[in-house]
T-cell receptor
Framework: DQQVKQNSPSLSVQEGRISILNCDYT??????FLWYKKYPAEGPTFLISISSIKDKNEDGRFTVFLNKSAKHLSLHIVPSQPGDSAVYFC???????????FGQGTILTVHP | NAGVMQNPRHLVRRRGQEARLRCSPMKGHSHVYWYRQLPEEGLKFMVYLQKENIIDESGMPKERFSAEFPKEGPSILRIQQVVRGDSAAYFC??????????????FGPGTRLTVT
């Protein structure tokens, strides 16, 4: 039962263009969402988050949008840089204190 | 301020042996979480611990797996009588006391367990 779904296993983007990573969730009890980035042989690192009371949160080149009615969120990276190439996880929290539910991840490749 | 430490980074065990994975949280963090990542999948929550307490173990397999976070020392994830299906990357994360404002967790580099 995949409660957080990232339907695109991979995404390839040219440097300088926008990267859009999408995520859908099924559990309406989720009230907090995070995006983490993961490089090979390293643990995931926090990128940006959004509470369910908001519909947008921006941090530099990264913006997360939340559409609660559609149970959909997206991460926009603009402009994309080669160093952004990594696996991006969409993560949800709120159903149980401390427990995070991960999506399967999307491999982003930014070409120079 | 050192990050979350996990050791060993790689662990090879034969079927039937025991695996012990260690996690030292970030300084000042008293909440520890264990996740497992199987090939081609995202991380799956296993257990959430505070010092000397298991808070949520809803993701732990019912048999062979146990976790502890003693008053002193690292958190330990123990897998008894390992089987090939236990081969995975095991990640530990920690968060500060009073994780109220955000759900952010800090992850270690993971331990890759291979069962032969």
């Amino acid at each position: 039962d995949q409660q957080v779904k990232q339907n695109s296993p991979s995404l390839s983007v040219q440097e300088g263009r926008i990267s859009i990573l999408n995520c859908d969730y099924t559990n309406s009890m989720f009230d907090y969402f995070l995006w983490y980035k993961k490089y090979p042989a390293e643990g995931p690192t926090f990128l940006i988050s959004i509470s369910s009371i908001k519909d947008k949160n921006e941090d530099g080149r990264f913006t997360v949008f939340l559409n609660k009615s559609a149970k959909h969120l997206s991460l926009h990276i603009v402009p994309s840089q080669p160093g952004d190439s990594a696996v991006y996880f969409c993560i949800a929290g709120g159903t149980s204190y401390g427990k995070l539910t991960f999506g399967q991840g999307t491999i982003l490749t930014v070409h120079p | 301020n050192a990050g979350v430490m996990q050791n060993p980074r790689h662990l090879v065990r034969r079927r039937g042996q025991e695996a012990r994975l260690r996690c030292s949280p970030m300084k000042g963090h008293s909440h520890v979480y264990w996740y497992r990542q199987l090939p081609e999948e995202g991380l799956k929550f296993m257990v959430y611990l505070q010092k000397e307490n298991i808070i949520d173990e809803s993701g732990m397999p019912k048999e062979r797996f146990s976790a502890e976070f003693p008053k002193e020392g690292p958190s330990i994830l123990r897998i008894q009588q390992v089987v090939r299906g236990d081969s995975a990357a095991y990640f530990c994360a920690s968060s500060p006391w009073g994780q109220v404002v955000s759900y952010e967790q800090y992850f270690g580099p993971g331990t890759r367990l291979t069962v032969t």
